[in-house]
């Protein structure tokens, strides 16, 4: 790993790098995989190569990475989606700690931030996870749920409705 960060370091990329094999970047949809985490761009999972995609468990570390046509194909296939509403959380959650330290002036270690951000992100997906299995519906779909929920809850709490 050192060597790679290396390369990079001096290279910008790891295009190139010794032992490893450069694929087009439409293959990698293909590829007999376990996970598949698309994490940079939206809208890269479409029709055209959601039927292609042999992952069995989908992690979008991008923001919606996954067109909701193709959301349904995956869905058919039996392929798990972490969608990146829950995926992608933790960065957001870290924003946050941040902005409760400088707004309170704590100071938390990395160690602290990291401890509560495992919690807080374990904690949501096993939240949504059951109400994936109670409604059976997919993880998109209960995370959606969820959200609703807390939202209408803390409209309900303001007085707002």
């Known amino acids: 790993m050192e060597k790679l960060m290396e390369y990079r370091g001096k290279t ?9 094999e450069e694929i087009p970047k439409d293959e990698i949809f293909t590829l007999d995989v376990d ?27 991008a923001n919606g990475p996954t067109t909701p046509e193709a959301d349904e194909i995956l869905d058919r296939k039996g392929v798990v989606v972490i969608p990146d509403i ?3 959380a933790g960065g957001v959650t870290v924003s946050y700690f941040e902005w409760v330290q400088n707004l309170y002036g704590f100071y938390w270690t990395e160690e602290e931030i990291l401890k509560r951000e495992e919690k807080i992100m ?9 109400i994936s299995r109670q409604y059976n519906v997919n993880l998109r779909t209960a995370a959606y749920m969820l959200s609703v929920k807390r939202v209408a809850e803390a409209m ?3 007085g707002w409705y």
């Open 86 to 88: 829950l995926a992608n």
């Open 122 to 130: 374990v904690e949501a997906f096993n939240n949504v996870y059951e």
């Open 35 to 61: 996970i598949l985490v698309p994490a940079a761009l939206e809208n890269v999972i479409t029709t055209q190569n959601a039927d292609k995609i042999k992952a069995k468990i989908v992690a979008e570390g």
């Open 156 to 158: 309900k709490a303001k």
């Open 12 to 20: 910008g990329n790891i295009s190139g790098f010794e032992g490893t």
